[in-house]
């Protein structure tokens, strides 16, 4: 397993069994972490189950903002996989919020709804889904959108120093870039996941790209989606 090394710090646990393995322990507090990948790779079902994690086994405040999925829909979808936020928000420890994308030219406003959101309940834990739909909102050029997403990202974490937040972003088809391209330079860390060919099967792999504030591998591992939620198992190194 190779291993980047950088300075340590606090670390929480991810609440994915096996993730935590290659993040020397797991990922440092208040890190703003990119969870990338194309569609069908289990980006939301990670994020669920990394905010799930916090309020049931911690007890943590925790918050999941959504853009592209019904409330209900993606609730009663992630209780399925064993990822019960409806009883977590029961206890108040915590919230999903479906918003929806303004029109072009009013990114304003769901800038303003995101910052709300985070300042109302002041989560430790935190997942956007998908922060990439926040391009659609801006009508300029692509510096207009680096900077609404820069201005966007500093609100929240100069707020919310200890909240450790998921930008779930896509990756397009035949496509390297990651969302906008901006956030992978303001992130702490980058979580992708992809689909690699075996044969004639098609398996699904994680790989940390970057992680600020710990030693962490840089080699692709198996994830499998079970009806438990996500598992990862560092043992089995895919190239």
């Known amino acids: 397993m190779a291993i980047t090394t950088e300075l340590s710090s ?43 994690y916090g309020s049931s086994v911690l007890g943590e405040k925790t918050l999941y903002i959504t853009f592209m999925e019904d409330k209900t829909r993606f609730i009663r979808n992630m209780k399925l996989l064993g990822i019960d936020l409806e009883e977590m928000e029961s206890k108040g420890l915590s919230k999903v919020v479906n918003l929806v994308i303004p029109q072009s030219g009013q990114q304003n406003k769901i800038s303003e709804d995101i910052v709300k959101a985070f300042d109302d309940f002041n989560p430790s834990r935190a997942v956007i889904d998908p922060f990439s739909a926040l391009s659609i909102p801006v009508s300029g050029s692509k510096n207009e959108l680096q900077s609404f997403v820069h201005s966007l990202v500093s609100k929240i974490t100069s707020s919310h120093l200890d909240c450790t937040t998921f930008l779930i972003c896509e990756v397009a088809a035949n496509a390297d870039q990651i969302g906008s391209g901006v956030e992978e330079y303001l992130a702490d860390g980058i979580i992708v996941l992809y689909y690699l060919m075996r044969g004639k099967a098609k398996i699904k792999a994680v790989e940390i790209r970057k992680m600020r504030g710990t030693k962490h591998s840089n080699q692709a591992v198996l994830l499998e989606i079970t009806d438990k939620g996500i598992v990862v198992d560092p043992d089995i190194e895919l190239t």
């Open 10 to 52: 606090e670390r929480i646990q991810s609440g994915v069994p096996g993730l935590d393995r290659l993040l020397d322990g797991g990922i440092p507090r208040g890190n703003l972490v990119v969870l990338a990948g194309r569609a069908g790779t289990g980006k939301s079902i990670f994020g669920a189950q990394f905010v799930n």
